[in-house]
């Protein structure tokens, strides 16, 4: 006679394949009758993306996605991410696959609760920020890498943040970027991704297009795909362009990548706050600091190089601009910087004619200054 407790755990893993099933079926379904096919406007002042390089400098390059190289979808359809039954196991339950934990922003002004944010909620950033004026949206040109993942449990990413509300259980979010995550994709690849929520991670909002939000209408480039090439030390260096901004006349949220790509949206009914207009923009990395050995973990953000080795070794963001009530992109005022830990990540904000307002950021994490 087997053992009970065997029984049970087939009786477990039988709910659990139930659950999976469920799941997938509702993955990517259209919830929406009417899908907007293009913006009624676009934001005004758009920066070049070059930048003329010193005799020493290798500068930016193309970039693609890794899935170009078995061909493209055709018209009429989009390219989506096969979502499979391990992807949905390792989550920690089924519920949550596909979210970010709920204590995973960055509190950089007085809302910042004391003491020390990193023992309360594992996550740990490196950011350049603006507050204090209402905002339509953000661009910047992000730095790519691959950094190194200490646990699967435990992810490094670049990205921009769209705010809205306080920083409790209210807090609308709009974020895209790169991110490394092997608990959401199963490797260790270099990511594009989205996210939304409008309740602070508690209950709604998801990754790329794993629950209704997000509405695709690109069919050249995936949500949760590999970008390729990625920079190197002291080596070809490549970045990624992505504008979010609101429709000044439907008002949903449009996501640009690149110059020519517009992605998709996200519609103004799924916020509160959105709805009208964002607070808060940011920019920056931000890591998952498990601790699970007792000790800061050796995640990297960015490069896992500090700021102040510059370009080709540290990881920047460049051409950060925010757009105004009149759809306009111009440069941010009275831009802060914040980390929870500077000797582990840090940031360092800079200026010049090519790349306007940008920043350093990153680091190695664990190191004999961070303990």
């Not at 018209?75 to 196991?89: A, M, N, W, Y």
């Not at 709920?102 to 920020?129: C, F």
């Not at 901004?245 to 996501?255: A, F, T």
């Not at 051409?319 to 009275?334: E, F, G, Y």
């Amino acid at each position: 006679m087997a053992p009970l407790y065997g029984t049970a755990a087939r009786l477990s893993m039988a709910r659990r394949n139930l659950e999976v099933k469920r799941h997938l079926s509702r993955l990517n379904k259209p919830s929406l009758k009417s899908i907007k096919m293009r913006p009624s406007y676009h934001p005004e002042g758009l920066i070049s993306q070059s930048k003329k390089m010193t005799k020493n400098e290798i500068g930016p390059k193309p970039i693609t996605q890794l899935w170009h190289m078995n061909g493209r979808c055709p018209e009429g359809t989009i390219p989506v991410r096969r979502t499979r039954k391990q992807d949905l196991f390792r989550a920690s339950s089924i519920k949550k696959y596909g979210r970010k934990n709920q204590k995973s922003i960055a509190r950089p002004t007085s809302a910042a609760p004391e003491p020390d944010l990193i023992s309360q909620n594992g996550h740990q950033h490196a950011i350049a920020y603006v507050e204090g004026d209402e905002y339509y949206g953000a661009k910047a040109t992000i730095n790519v890498w691959d950094p190194k993942i200490q646990q699967p449990n435990e992810f490094s990413l670049s990205q921009l943040w769209i705010l809205g509300g306080s920083f409790a259980s209210d807090l609308n979010s709009i974020e895209a970027g790169w991110q490394v995550s092997p608990d959401l994709y199963g490797d260790n690849n270099t990511r594009l991704f989205t996210y939304w929520t409008s309740d602070a991670y508690q209950a709604t909002g998801c990754y790329n297009l794993l629950c209704s939000g997000f509405i695709q209408i690109n069919n050249d480039i995936a949500m949760g795909a590999s970008i390729f090439p990625i920079s190197g030390y002291s080596s070809s260096q490549y970045d990624i362009s992505i504008l979010v901004w609101k429709d000044p006349k439907e008002g949903n949220w449009w996501m640009q990548f690149g110059n020519d790509n517009v992605l998709g949206y996200w519609p103004g009914f799924l916020f509160s706050y959105l709805s009208d207009t964002a607070s808060m923009v940011q920019w920056g990395g931000e890591v998952v600091n498990s601790e699970s050995d007792g000790e800061h973990t050796t995640t990297q953000m960015g490069s896992g190089h500090f700021p102040e080795e510059g370009f080709g070794k540290a990881s920047y963001v460049r051409n950060i601009q925010v757009v105004d009530d009149s759809n306009n992109l111009r440069a941010p005022k009275d831009i802060g910087i914040f980390t929870e830990q500077s000797s582990c990540y840090d940031v360092q904000l800079g200026k010049n004619g090519e790349w306007g307002n940008y920043f350093y950021y990153g680091g190695p994490g664990r190191n004999p200054n961070c303990p």
